[in-house]
């Protein structure tokens, strides 16, 4: 799952790296190109509560396998284009199928791990955005400089079918894996809910109230995340003066923060139910607060001379923003029951992406006039109210005296 995440994000972030190119070549303009960023948020937004049931309705095997087919030749049709509107058209094939990778990824953390593993597990397999996009900067621009900008889109794009014939045929649920034993089973299942329901509800997922404060707290935090993959290639080349070369050596250290923060995120919460008796539910709260306070770094740019500095504050969001939006995804597998993961994670994706989107169109719009800074400024704003939100809704008094782990009776965190 990690793998294919990291294939995900390459393709994801294929198009922000050429972006400077792009703009040259295909003669659109920074409004236009943020055009071409919303056509992705926003299909991949609307797909992916529905991406999320389709996984949960039919399994991961196939599921996953499917949309990673879809997205890897959506990937590669973008050497077709020829204008910004046939570069949209693909980047909105590519969100609809994509769509399925974090609903999926968070399924099987919930379905191969016990409750007290899963923030663990889903830091691992979230690093996989982080690596996918640290690795592309100086993959797909050597592509590029080498062979041009559509034999990069082609190349990133078969990385996608590859890792849809691989999943298939290697995937199996703990229940149909051949090498799995009786006694690692039983420790997978340990702490998990044990009620049967025979297919997913939305009506379940929408009707819970602490879905909402989730889907807020998307809302609010993904921009950050978007903003890094799609904008900073832009900002750097375009304002802080540095060439596509000049990029390419120090691009991937925001997302190597990224992986950082990822990991880490996994370990706070076992940390902070050890050492300070919190609640499952709360220890994950208390990490999305210390990533709320660390998202300052792009708050600062603007006070920043030099380009490497601006990479450094860049840096610094992004291990903020991996480390709450790890936790985030945890929330999920401890408010949902299983058959529900995928539906749950993404309807709240959807909401994210929308947010996204929206900030995306207003960089666009204000950029050239008011510059980048103020905007990136918000991004601090906005994350410290997200923690605000989930602290308030799902924040448990009165249960920091032992961990919180699904009932039987319920399927959902006590």
Known sequence: MMLGTVVNYIDRNTLGILAPTLKEQLHFTTEQYSFIVSAFQLCYSL???????????????????????????AAAMHALAGGW???????????????????????????????????????WFNTGSSIGAMVAPPFVIWLSLTYGWQEAFLVTGLLGIGM???WFMLYRNPENHPRLTKEEHA???????????????????????????????????EPAWQTFSFWIP?????????????????????FLFGDLGCILSGYLSPFFVKRFRMSLVNS??????????????????????SPITAIFLFSLGAFAHQMLSSLLYALVTDTFEKQDVATA???????GYM?????????????????????????????????????????????????????????TAD
């Open 187 to 221: 420790y997978i299942l340990e702490g998990q809910e044990h009620v049967d329901l025979p297919k997913p509800s939305v009506k379940r997922v929408l009707g819970k109230g602490k879905f909402w404060s989730i889907a807020a707290a998307r809302f609010l935090t």
């Open 345 to 351: 994670t993404g309807f709240g994706g959807m909401a």
């Open 284 to 305: 994950r709260i208390a990490g999305v607060g210390i990533g709320a306070v660390c998202m300052v770094g792009p708050a600062l740019i603007g006070f920043s001379a």
């Open 47 to 73: 797909m992916q509560p529905i991406a999320g049931y389709i996984t949960d309705l039919i399994g991961l095997k196939l599921g996953y396998a499917m949309f990673a087919f879809v997205w890897g030749t």
């Open 234 to 254: 832009l900002y750097m080349v375009t304002t802080r003066g540095m060439d596509i070369k000049q990029f390419a050596l120090f691009a991937w250290l925001p």
């Open 355 to 411: 947010g996204g989107m929206i900030f995306s169109l207003i960089i666009g719009q204000l950029a050239t006039t008011i510059g980048y800074e103020p905007l990136f400024a918000c991004l601090t704003v906005f994350d410290l109210t997200a923690f605000v939100i989930v602290a308030l809704v799902l924040g448990e008094r009165g249960k920091n005296a032992a961990p919180s782990v699904p009932s039987p009776a319920t399927g």
């Open 85 to 123: 509107q046939s570069m949209a058209f693909f980047r909105g094939l590519l969100g609809i199928s994509e769509a399925a990778a974090m609903p999926s990824g968070v399924k099987t953390s919930t379905l191969w791990f016990p409750a007290k593993e899963r923030s663990i597990a889903t830091g």
């Open 164 to 166: 849809s014939a691989l």
